[in-house]
């Protein structure tokens, strides 16, 4: 079953624009969305996160926005850069007995062209 | 670098073989997760272990298995491949803090099954 889905699967954008992905979850019991950043060859790596009891968190260029009643929440990466060309995953985790169970998104391929 | 390690880095074999891939934590964390990511499925929860102990079970089939050694290293072994076991194997180790567990990826072993 999935229950955290992300869109699209792949992007392009111009440097400089601003990129867009969304996530969509159904398990009300989430309570922390965090995103991951995975370039060719590497594992993924955590670019940001947010909790249900915020609507929006920003850390430089890179925005997530988080509708609650919607069980939306999306990243926006503002003036786009070639070197933010990766694959980037949605996840939504909860806590289950001292252990997050996280469940992430089928990732988006963002490619950005100078 | 995420401090994460794991060996090897490309593994390549025939249908029905056994290998064992490892995964070394970064210092002084307790737990390990193993996920499978194909083209297809995205990333996947295999297991978790914590300081020893199997903690928790994703979609891992029955001809895997995983352990964690006194060290914190541990090692997942899959056994009667099949083709469609052909995929990126990533552990993650974790660490708590603000009440939150973030994960933190190794590079990855890429497994070709032929």
């Known amino acids: 079953q999935q229950q955290v889905k992300q869109s699209p699967q792949s992007l392009i954008v111009q440097k400089g624009g601003i990129s867009i992905i969304n996530c969509a979850y159904e398990?009300?019991?989430?309570?922390?969305f965090p995103w991951y950043q995975q370039f060719p060859g590497k594992g993924p790596a955590l670019l940001i996160a947010?909790?249900?009891?915020?609507s929006e968190k920003k850390e430089g260029r890179f925005t997530i926005s988080f509708n609650k009643s919607a069980k939306q929440f999306s990243l926006h990466i503002m003036d786009s850069q070639p070197g933010d060309s990766a694959t980037y995953f949605c996840?939504?985790?909860?806590?289950?007995?001292?252990?997050?169970?996280?469940?992430f998104g089928t990732g988006t391929k963002l490619q950005v062209i100078p | 670098d995420s401090g994460v390690t794991q060996t090897p880095k490309h593994l390549i074999t025939a249908t029905g073989q056994r290998v064992t891939l490892r995964c070394s934590p970064r210092?002084?964390?307790?737990?390990v997760y193993w996920y499978q990511q194909s083209l297809d499925q995205g990333l996947q929860f295999l297991i978790q272990?914590?300081?020893?102990?199997?903690?928790a079970k994703g979609n891992i089939l029955e001809r895997f298995s995983a352990q964690q050694f006194p060290d914190l290293h541990s090692e997942l072994n899959l056994s009667s491949l099949e083709l469609g076991d052909s995929a990126l194997y990533f552990c993650?180790?974790?660490?708590?803090?603000?009440?939150?567990?973030?994960?933190?990826f190794g590079p990855g072993t890429r497994l070709l099954v032929l």
């Open positions: 947010i909790r249900p009891d915020v």
């Open positions: 993650a180790s974790s660490a708590w803090a603000s009440a939150q567990e973030t994960q933190y």
């Open positions: 398990n009300t019991a989430f309570d922390y």
């Open positions: 272990y914590y300081n020893g102990e199997e903690r």
């Open positions: 210092s002084g964390d307790l737990s």
């Open positions: 996840a939504a985790s909860k806590n289950s007995g001292g252990y997050q169970k996280v469940t």
